[in-house]
C-alpha cells in the first residue's frame, strides 16, 4: 500500500484533523501518534492520544469530551469509587475493554502497534494509525517545584502548575516505530506527498513525536513538504493548556510564538483568517504561510481544512519543481 500523506498527532484537535484527511485519503494517510502521554493506571495500559486518534476516525468518539467514547456508561468508575480505588482519571465501562485487551496483549509480548493495528482493523479504520514507538517513552513536566507525570499533570492537577520545562523519558533510547519506513516509502520512487503537523499542543503532543532520534532527518529526507496548522487562534489555544505553557515558558501565545517553534522544521504553516496579520512576521521566518479557517466545529470544517492542507502542500512542491526547472 503506498501512502500519499503522513500526519503527526497529539489527542482531541490533532485527531479532528486526521478524521478530514481520512475522509479524503482513506487508506493513503498514515497517522503517527504521540505516545508520551501513555501510563499505566490501574494496572492497565492508557494510551489516551492514540484512542483519541483511533476513536475519532472511526466515528466512535465523544463529542463533548474529545476523548473516550460517545454514549460510555461509568458503572466501572462507580465501583472504582465505593471501594476506595483512584478516581481521578475515568476510565468509561467501554473504553476499559480497550484498556484491557490492549494490557494483555502487551503483557503477552505483542507490540503496541500491532495492538492498534488490530483495534483498527477492528474498526474499520482504513487509514494507518501508527505510535511513534514501541519502546517506553514518558513526558514529564516540570514545574520548578517537582516533576510531574504527564497525566498527573494533565487530568490530575489540571494543568494548574506552572510549567518551567518538558522532558521526554526514554525518548533518546527509543526506536521510531518500524511501519513507518512503509509510509514513507524509504528506497522507494515517489515516497509521500507531504507531512502535515496536525493543530495539536506543539510542547506536550507533538514535541515528544519529534524527540524521537533520526525522525526530523527522516522526514526531511522524503523530500515532501512539512506543513503544520496553528493551534492557537487569536492568541488562544482552541482545546487544553497550550498558550498558558507558551506563557510560562517566556513566549507570547500567537500563531507566531508556535511558527518560531517549528522553525527550520516546516516549509508551510496554515493560520486562521483572525491571525492572518501575523504572516509577514511568520513568513520571514523561512516558511510559506497560508490564511484558512482553522477552527474545526463541524464535521465538514474537518474535511475543509483537510483539503486547504492538501492544496497547500501540492502548491508547495508544484512551487518546488518549477523553481528546480529555471536555469540558472
Ligand atoms: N482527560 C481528562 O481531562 N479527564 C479524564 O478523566 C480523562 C480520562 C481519559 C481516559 C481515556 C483516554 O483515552 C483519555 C482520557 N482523558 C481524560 C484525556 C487525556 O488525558 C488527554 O486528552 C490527553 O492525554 C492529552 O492529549
Not at 20 to 37: C, F, I, M, R, S
Not at 151 to 157: A, I
Not at 173 to 199: K, Q
Not at 295 to 319: I, N, Q, W
Request: glycine fraction near 10%; charge should be negative; include cysteine.
Amino acid at each position: 500500500m503506498k501512502h500519499r500523506v503522513l500526519a503527526l498527532a497529539g489527542g482531541v484537535g490533532g485527531a479532528k484533523l486526521a478524521a478530514g484527511l481520512a475522509h479524503l485519503l482513506e487508506d493513503k494517510l498514515a497517522v503517527l501518534v504521540n505516545t508520551g502521554d501513555d501510563f499505566e493506571h490501574l494496572g492497565l495500559h492508557v494510551s489516551p492520544d492514540l484512542d483519541t486518534v483511533v476513536y475519532t476516525l472511526a466515528g466512535l468518539a465523544n463529542p463533548a469530551t474529545g476523548w473516550g467514547l460517545a454514549g460510555e456508561s461509568w458503572a466501572f468508575m462507580e465501583q472504582v469509587e465505593k471501594l476506595g480505588g483512584e478516581t481521578w482519571f475515568r476510565l468509561g465501562d467501554r473504553d476499559l475493554a480497550t484498556h484491557a485487551i490492549r494490557t494483555d496483549r502487551l503483557r503477552r509480548g505483542e507490540r503496541l502497534s500491532a495492538v492498534t493495528a488490530q483495534f483498527c482493523q477492528k474498526l474499520g479504520i482504513a487509514a494507518t494509525v501508527l505510535p511513534m514507538t514501541d519502546d517506553r517513552v514518558r513526558t514529564v513536566v516540570h514545574s520548578g517545584v517537582d516533576d510531574m507525570p504527564f497525566q498527573d499533570y494533565f487530568v490530575r492537577r489540571k494543568c494548574a502548575p506552572e510549567v518551567t520545562g518538558l522532558s521526554f523519558e526514554g525518548a533518546d533510547e527509543a526506536t521510531i516505530v518500524a511501519g513507518l519506513d512503509a509510509v514513507l516509502g524509504a528506497g522507494v520512487e515517489g515516497g509521500i506527498e507531504a507531512v502535515i503537523v496536525c493543530p495539536s499542543n506543539p510542547w506536550l503532543s507533538i514535541a515528544p513525536i519529534l524527540a524521537l532520534p533520526g525522525l526530523r532527518e527522516r522526514i526531511a529526507a522524503t523530500g515532501a513538504p512539512v506543513i503544520a496548522v496553528s493551534p492557537i487562534v487569536g492568541g488562544k489555544a482552541i482545546k487544553g493548556p497550550a498558550a498558558k505553557i507558551m506563557r510560562e515558558l517566556g513566549t507570547k501565545p500567537s500563531a507566531l510564538g508556535v511558527a518560531r517553534h517549528y522553525a527550520g522544521f516546516l516549509d508551510g504553516f496554515v493560520i486562521d483568517r483572525l491571525d492572518a496579520s501575523q504572516a509577514d512576521d511568520i513568513a520571514a521566518l523561512g516558511m510559506t504561510v497560508r490564511v484558512a479557517q482553522t477552527v474545526m466545529s463541524t464535521p465538514s470544517d474537518r474535511v475543509a481544512l483537510a483539503r486547504e492542507c492538501l492544496a497547500f502542500a501540492a502548491a508547495l512542491t508544484a512551487a518546488k519543481t518549477g523553481s528546480d526547472q529555471v536555469p540558472r
